[in-house]
């Protein structure tokens, strides 16, 4: 049987999980794909620190270039996380002759180009199935299962912390910071949640995700980017009154003339699958010209789900599959097409739109007038009796507008004499058993 | 660029989708994948019949005999469809040197073993994604994706049939055949739809998986199989009631002792995302040791998701990658351990039970003594005070209990004097999130 060594540069969280794997399953591996994965380096700087895992003697150590120089380790899993010291090991590992697997999404989303060029030039292999939604397979399923499909869209759950707060926010009648602190204490969300509440994570793997769906190449900053540290909790409400579900949606469309890229907190009918996707796990819906609806759905997160990924990507990677398919990813090398990529403001979407007004007789015609001025036509309208002093909720649907149009209305709206907040604004996805 | 000639024998649906995409998606699958798809070969016994699809002069032939001889053709996809045509065309084609494609599950299922050793002996590739839920990537995911985990159990919604008369039934409250006259109006159902609503093609599909799933061997016959012709509408209106959706399931589970592997109608929580998959639609479930609980939903049928599939297959089977993963697929070579199976008697589950007996006081106490008597306890009871003479309904939900038992404990209640009928027994699911 074929032998290989592995190392882990990274031994956090990610980097327990493989190890975890290659020494407590490596016969039934070896059954499994005919090859004996033997690890042999795991690199850290801290090798004091608890992991609760035995490694076998000699094995953890802080040298790294021990790794660059070992001959006999064709793969290294790359476990190390962000942009700069990553990337540096990362570029090291492929100058070294090695096969990189890693998760690295912010890495892979904003500097991967030069990576897979300097590998594709080596004849070397990137596994990266870790790197979007550990625990779902849609890495493999766009590089292979939909080859032979356009696919049109897609709109995935991809952050596990955001989906986390806003099922809490719903479920238990709580703000976002009671959400957000709660989803802390269960060790769902970091200490520093900004990358993951602000939607930055979410738009790393949307990038990944429209490279390999669309087959073109952009840069990661075409990507508009909204998080969740904005929502209120009585939005979540009125959705669901109109029923709808609001989740931080990753969305790619591969419009004939442009793809739209883009990260934001979306309405979508609870009758679509995404809606009931609900706590830490993610999910992918994409419409194929041929497979048709298809719908993913897994943990994203967390060692268990990115350490069978990345297991994955290593039997891949050494039995010579990962090359084959590599080959035809250009999309990441800057060979593809350069995609024309929609602005923002040139968007079409329906509406939800939240104004907080003084309930004044004839305020609600003053809306509607300025709406239906820029093009804007209203679907539904929720406007209760409150009985109260000061400003009143007003919450209008609307069909098909374009952002540009929405953005200017309610320009002219917020500055009513009766306008006395920033009217919400959130896009809807109207259809439910597709996309 | 490499170019490779491809023959599809059968041009019925699934050929002539397969046909539409290497015809009208030659430039962009050599784009994709660097190979140039060349269809040579189109053999059908009826070639006449209009497809709705122009094939290049001299392509379609009734010769199958020019398939075998012409060594210029690597690769063949199968759709003829059935078990003794399909297996003498498919040994044929392994003798003569080509690598197939099918999507045939009732071969697979019931006489797979010696074709892929065949294969495996002659170094050839099959290509099998399609024959399991066309629109969803569940062979690759299970052959690649999942390689590190140990699959603990599963249960998918493999019919697209069976779950369109079931959900009609439950959406527009009409019987078993008006349900299904509809899905033969819609082309949802076939004319003889027996292999679909007795639960065999669910029965070839749960077959497939299970051995990729598990890595063992066993029969065909060794999986029990029931259909949704015996269900009752009002059945699917208490089980609603009480919380559930009503499913044909395949459900496998790997047992320390045994397989089990059995297709039945079940009752699942709403709350399971596969109690929303409606309609057409399609859904594995999967609970994995590493990647935890997964769900993958798309289109199971019909000529463009199917033919989606083919051609996955056929890039995979020519760019090599298939023959490296069919290495490790002993358990369709018989070369995997046998696995033992778990009889019905034997298997746990819950039970939705319904008795149709005469409203006379200390019914319900006698039911639930016999019950009690074989170790089965209550979970929730319905009985409604209905105000007629003749039988009434008493649905009873239990906790776990051995199949064993549940059929000789209704043995008894059904030779009470006031049992008018049958009671009708199905198995329910009862986790939700996870399986």
């Known amino acids: 049987m074929q032998e290989v060594n592995v190392a882990i540069v990274g031994f956090g969280t990610v980097g327990t999980g493989v190890a975890r794997i290659l020494l407590t399953k490596k016969k039934e591996l070896a059954e499994r794909c005919g090859l004996m994965l033997n690890l042999t380096h795991v690199v850290d700087i801290d090798i004091k620190r608890k992991r609760g895992l035995a490694l076998p003697r000699g094995i953890l150590t802080t040298d790294i270039e021990a790794v660059y120089r070992d001959e006999s380790v064709p793969v290294v899993v790359e476990t190390v996380g962000g942009t700069t010291t990553a990337d540096r090991i990362f570029k090291k590992l492929l100058r070294s002759g090695k096969n ?41 399923a766009l590089k292979e299962g939909f080859i032979a499909n356009d696919i049109l869209s897609f709109m995935g759950i991809v ?14 009648n709580i703000p976002y910071k009671a959400a957000l602190k709660e989803a802390q204490q269960m060790g769902y969300a970091e200490k520093q949640p900004a990358l993951d509440v602000n939607g930055t994570d979410s738009a790393h793997k949307l990038a990944i995700l429209a490279r390999l769906a669309f087959g073109r190449y952009f840069d990661f900053s075409a990507v508009h980017t909204e ?43 609870l009758s679509h699958p995404l809606a009931s996707v609900d706590g830490v796990f993610n999910a992918i819906s994409l419409e194929a010209d041929y497979a048709g609806h298809c719908m993913l759905y897994g943990k994203g997160a967390g060692e268990r789900p990115t350490a069978s990924a990345i297991v994955a990507d290593l039997v891949d990677v050494v039995s010579g599959r990962t090359l084959i398919s590599l080959k035809r990813m250009k999309a990441f090398t800057g060979e593809a097409r350069k995609a024309r990529m929609r602005g923002i403001d ?3 979407s329906c509406y939800y739109l939240r104004f907080s007004v003084l309930d004044k007789p004839g305020v609600l015609g003053r809306i509607s007038t300025v709406l239906g001025r820029h093009g804007i036509s209203i679907l539904s309208v929720i406007q209760k009796e409150l009985r109260r002093k000061g400003p009143v909720p007003v919450v209008i649907m609307t069909h098909l507008a374009t952002e540009r149009n929405v953005r200017a209305a309610l320009k002219t709206i917020d500055k009513f004499r009766v306008a006395k907040a920033s009217t919400v604004c959130l896009r809807v996805e109207m259809r439910g058993e597709s996309l």
């Open 100 to 140: 990189v697997v890693t998760a690295n999404k912010a890495l892979l989303a904003t500097k991967g180009e030069p990576l897979f060029r300097l590998a594709a030039k080596k004849n070397l292999s990137i596994g990266f199935e870790a790197s979007v939604c550990g625990g779902i397979p849609i890495i493999g």
């Open 159 to 172: 952050n596990g912390t955001c989906n986390y707060v806003l099922t809490k926010m719903m479920d238990e």
């Open 227 to 269: 998080g969740i540290d904005g929502i209120d909790f009585q939005d979540l409400v009125y959705a669901r009154e109109l029923g709808y579900a609001v989740k931080l949606l990753a969305i790619g469309k591969n419009h004939p003339s442009a793809l739209e890229l883009r990260v934001q907190p979306t309405l979508i009918p």
């Open 346 to 348: 040139d968007i079409e």
